[in-house]
C-alpha cells in the first residue's frame, strides 16, 4: 500500500513539474484584436497622428494590411502543399514569387491612397512604427523584456 501510494505521488509531482514547463502555460493566449489596438495606438502615438487622421488613415492601413495577409496565408499554404519533385517546385516558385509581386503591387496602390489622406512624413512615421513595434513585440515573446510594460502592454515609444 505504501508502494502504490509513494507511485501515485511521485506521478503527480512529475505532472506538475511538466505542466509547469510547458512552453506558454501561465502566459495570455494571443488575441488579434487586442495586438491590433495595441499597434494603432503606438503607431498613432508615435507618427503623431491626430484623431481625425487616424480614422482616416486605419481603415485603409487595416484593409491594406488583410489582403497582404491573405497573399501571405496563400503563399504558406503553397509551401506547405507542395510535392516533392521538380516541376511541382518550380510550379510553386513561379506562383509564390507572382504572389509578391502582387502583394507588392498592392502596397504602392494602399500607400498612394494613404498620402491622399495623411502627410508624406507621418506615413513614413508610421512605416518606422510599424517596424519597430513588431521588432519590440518579437523581443519581448523571445523574454528579452527588461521592463514593465513591453510584450504585455505594446512597445514603449522610442528613446530620443
Known sequence: MKRITFVALMALFTMNLWAQQTPGAGMPRFNPQEFQQRMEEALTRQAGLTSDEAKAFFPIYNEMKGKQRAISVQIHQLKTQCKPDEAAYTATITKIKQLLVESAQLEQTYYRRLLEVVPASKVF???????????RMVQGQRGRRG???RGQGGPRPPQQ
Do not use: L, S, T
Not at 125 to 135: I, L, P, Q, S, Y
Open 147 to 149: 521592463g514593465v510594460g
Open 125 to 135: 512615421k508610421v512605416m518606422k512604427a510599424e517596424d519597430d513595434f513588431h521588432r
